[in-house]
């Protein structure tokens, strides 16, 4: 992987970091904020690196709808709805129902990235 996907994938694991418990983002979300709008895809294949990484919230990434869309990169079947319905979300179909009121838009809630 080149040093500017390097950056972009670290950039990336730092603001999922930062979704709060109980909360989602989407990737379309943070390629927005990182300044890469069209890069949603990058951000997937940078949450696909990590889910087994306890200090970076993987599951708390999903689709901009609210779909478990990554959700085979986590072990076991079930393994990204469970960690979120640990978290009291609930998710029928690997949808997250009231997916709006779970989500965490980092524009809105760190504002503009310096």
Request: proline share 4%; no cysteine.
């Amino acid at each position: 992987m080149d040093k500017k996907a390097t950056d972009f994938f670290s950039r990336v694991y730092e603001l999922v970091r930062q979704v709060p418990y109980g909360k989602v983002t989407s990737y379309g979300a943070i390629a927005r904020y990182l300044g890469a709008a069209r890069s949603a895809r990058m951000v997937g294949w940078a949450m696909n690196n990590v889910v087994d990484r306890e200090d970076i919230p993987a599951h708390r990434v999903v689709n901009r709808v609210g779909l478990l869309t990554g959700k085979h990169h986590f072990g076991g079947t079930n393994l990204m709805q469970q960690l979120l319905e640990n978290e009291g979300l609930v998710v029928v179909d690997d949808q997250i129902q009231d997916f709006d009121k779970h989500f965490w838009d980092p524009m809105k809630e760190l504002g503009e990235p310096q």
